[in-house]
């Protein structure tokens, strides 16, 4: 990465398997109206990346490489195998960027409703702070809890659900990385890698319809 970098790239996390969807072929590449799930997300960032690493599982590279042959994409686009999870996946995504990216976003392509305008505003709230991710509140009523019986309620005021397009500079993203790898640390989002070197990261407001694709009900809820 050179000091001037100051292209933002976009790493797909498509590497999954989908347990929870349960189907045959992983859900981010089963067809939604037509199309490939992750597909979907993947032209929706063309407006704002000049370069997209898109993480797959290991046998699923080459039927990628050829479907994206079919895209006409204005950017670079590559693809690269993932690993067993996520965190993992999104390194190696991270590794595979350009030396003029200085800005990156980090996207679950089970996400494939995500906007233009929450990608514009994760990017911009990164671009002048370092760090940015789309939040929502928490409407229910959270309770922890034992095996068995309620330990208490949670003050939900405080609480926020993550969603991605998460944005970060370049380097704090490399630096969260590498200290979790050394620490052996395993987060479910690439914030919690930031949180822990002591940076701040900002919210924006996420959006209800950028759903992850988790359940075949997270489609029929849709009426999809
Ligand atoms: N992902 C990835 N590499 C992994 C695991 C997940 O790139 N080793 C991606 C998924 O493809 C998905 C996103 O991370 O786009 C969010 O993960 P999740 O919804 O949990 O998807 P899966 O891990 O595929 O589903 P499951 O946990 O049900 O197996
Ligand atoms: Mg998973």
């Not at 409703?113 to 990608?119: D, W």
């Not at 208490?152 to 969603?163: I, P, Y």
């Not at 944005?167 to 479910?188: I, P, S």
């Amino acid at each position: 990465m050179t000091e001037a970098a100051n292209e933002c790239g976009l790493i797909l996390a498509a590497a999954g398997s989908g347990r929870r969807y349960g189907t045959a072929i992983p859900k981010q590449f089963s067809s939604l109206e037509g199309k490939p799930v992750y597909l979907r997300a993947l032209e929706t960032f063309f407006p704002y990346v000049s370069e997209i690493v898109i993480v797959t599982p290991q046998d699923w590279t080459a039927k990628v490489t050829e479907e994206i042959a079919q895209v006409a994409a204005p950017i670079r686009i590559k693809v690269q195998a993932g690993g067993d999870h996520r965190q993992q996946s999104v390194q190696n995504g991270l590794r595979r960027l350009s030396s003029d990216i200085g800005w990156v976003l980090v996207h679950d392509a089970a996400r494939p409703f995500v906007s233009q305008s929450l990608v514009e505003r994760v990017l911009d709230r990164a671009r002048q702070t370092g760090a940015a991710i789309p939040v929502l509140p928490v409407h229910d009523t959270v309770k922890e809890v034992d095996a068995e019986r309620v330990i208490g309620t949670v003050d939900r005021s405080r609480l926020r659900l993550a969603q991605t397009p998460q944005g970060f500079r370049r380097d704090l993203l490399e630096q969260a990385f590498a200290e979790a790898y050394r620490q052996g640390f395993m987060g479910t989002d690439e914030s919690a890698l930031v949180e822990r070197l002591g940076e701040r990261v900002r919210i924006v407001e996420g959006e209800s319809s950028n759903v992850k694709i988790t359940r075949r009900s997270d489609l029929k809820d849709r009426g999809r």
